[in-house]
């Protein structure tokens, strides 16, 4: 008999292991506490999680396979995996072990700890799911200086013919990112979000009430938007392809107070739990584009294309590139705490507040509100990226660490020292103001940088740019604007600083 685990993010149903029907095979699947509790969780992510995995042991079950899952209020929900493993292969004669390899390095760090304890062989299994391995892009940048994703991205698209015409990018350009900027104000209409029948699992939600785990944020049918089967991810896929894809592209970086979805298709969840599969999600969006090209641009389908098929392999390929050391790197020197108001929402400045509920209430924002809101702020008043990392990976249901860690201490707060990125990603308020309608409605004026009425990210913006600037004075793209820095009178420059220093102290009051 083997005994095969299957862990809370490998809902691959196309999985090689459930092509055949062995009697002989045991699948086990845990909601285990030591998951539900390593960081403080969105409870929609805990439910999306419980919820999908439930909804995979059912679907294993249909198909004939042998499952055995113990719920969040099980005793082995408390107990230590390794024990939990021990205790069924003393149970039920276990000759073999078998896992397909995690995703995050503590549990692959746990995983070979636990193998190497049995007294019964064991094997690993690639996941079947990523179209590189965990050495790909280790491979694919040796002796470079820079780890470009842009080069990652066309060599990906040639070796996997995506958008390709004899040999040369379909339009005649690798990226239009140019196009994708645009700002949305209130046309064309946008869809509803896509929700399945279910609108949520209450039973999942009841039993994780009862199991007593702390969470963040708050739970609610009509806010909830995750996929509990691969049934309901396809038709989720199918929905952005019909009714989304048509702008993706155009407004993918806009942010609006009175639209938390825009045109974005919402399927990362179901990705990063393996639910779907990367290309058939790129297959389906480009085969609905060559059937409509006349209403749809391939801007819009490029754009969705580079996150899947360029970044979303390439974070992946950063993230084992880098581990385990990238997880302490703190490049900046940055020690301050995370604002209470990242748990609450209440805060005055208008995108801030936007950003923050709308993750609270719905376990999910788009890049730009990670990026260039929250991520933004927390950089400019130099919070610990430890801090940062716990937040992100809590509050988004599409948070596993390999895609959370390389994305926030990289590319958001730049503490790898631009591993990833190659300037850190900070603005002043005229970005947020450029890409959304957040500094309409704000107490604050995103055309000043002092005074009681300034928008705080501009004096944030210019203090750390004058308070990091020995570790960008070789840094080419930071150089115009150093130069304007310098520009700045000093006794403005004074004033902005005094007033960005009384923001970093306390920003809970702002």
């Known amino acids: 008999m083997k005994l095969r685990l299957i862990l809370g993010d490998q809902l691959n149903l196309k999985h090689s292991w459930y092509s055949n029907h062995e009697e002989d095979t045991l699948y086990v699947m845990y909601e285990l506490d030591q998951e539900a509790t390593y960081v403080v969780h969105h409870i929609q992510k805990i439910v999306a999680f419980f919820s999908a995995m439930q909804g995979f042991a059912t679907d294993l079950r249909d198909q004939g396979h042998q499952v055995l899952y113990f719920d969040i209020n099980s005793l082995e929900s408390k107990k230590p995996l390794k024990e939990n493993i021990k205790k069924l292969i003393d ?129 609610n049918a009509e806010n909830y938007l995750f996929p509990a089967n691969r049934k309901e991810a396809l038709a989720q896929l199918d929905y952005f392809c019909k009714h989304l894809l048509i702008h993706f592209g155009d407004y993918q970086d806009a942010m609006h107070t009175e639209e938390r979805n825009l045109f974005h298709s919402r399927i990362s969840f179901a990705l990063n739990t393996k639910i779907l599969h990367p290309m058939e999600v790129m297959e389906s969006v480009i085969d609905y584009y060559n059937k409509n090209q ?61 950003s923050i509920t709308d993750s609270l209430e719905t376990a999910y924002a788009h890049h730009i509100q990670r990026l260039m809101i929250t991520g933004n702020f927390a950089l400019l008043i130099q919070c610990h990226p430890d801090e940062v990392d716990v937040w992100y990976l809590g509050i988004y249901a599409d948070a596993i660490e390999w ?100 923001i970093i102290e306390n920003p809970d009051a702002y």
Not at 333 to 348: A, E, I
Not at 459 to 473: A, H, P, R, T
């Open 294 to 354: 006349e209403t749809i641009a391939l801007s819009q389908v490029e754009g969705f294309v580079r996150q899947i098929l360029g970044w979303r392999e390439y974070i992946r390929g950063i993230y084992w590139r880098e581990m385990p050391v990238y997880k302490k790197q703190n490049h900046l020197d940055n020690f301050n705490k995370l604002p209470d108001f990242y748990w609450t929402g209440k805060t005055q400045m208008n995108c801030l507040k936007e």
């Open 91 to 219: 149970q039920k004669g276990i000759e073999k072990f078998e896992y397909q390899l995690p995703d995050e390095y503590r549990m692959d760090q746990q995983l070979n700890t636990i193998a190497e304890s049995l007294d019964i062989p064991s094997e690993s299994f690639d996941t079947e799911h990523f179209l590189t391995s965990r050495t790909d892009l280790k491979t694919f940048f040796e002796g470079k200086k820079q780890l470009i994703m842009e080069f990652f991205y066309r060599n990906m698209r040639k070796k996997y013919d995506l958008l390709m015409e004899q040999g040369q990018p379909l339009g005649g350009q690798w990226n239009f990112d140019k196009n994708n900027r645009k700002k949305w104000k209130g046309d064309p209409t946008i869809p509803a979000p896509f929700q399945s029948g279910e609108r949520g699992n209450q039973k999942v939600y009841e039993s994780l009430l009862k199991s007593g785990i702390k969470t963040i944020g708050v739970y």
């Open 403 to 502: 895609v959370q860690l390389p994305n926030t201490r990289g590319m958001s707060q730049w503490a790898d020292g631009g591993t990833v990125a190659t300037k850190p990603y900070v603005s002043s308020g005229s970005y947020i103001h450029k890409m959304s309608n957040y500094c309409g409605t704000c107490k604050y004026d995103r055309s000043k940088r002092t005074g009681e009425k300034a928008c705080p990210f501009n004096s944030l913006y210019w203090n750390f740019l004058d308070d990091k600037k020995e570790y960008f004075k070789k840094n080419n793209r930071m150089a115009m604007m150093l130069r304007l820095l310098d520009k700045i009178p000093l006794l403005e420059k004074q004033e902005i600083k005094n007033r960005a220093m009384s």
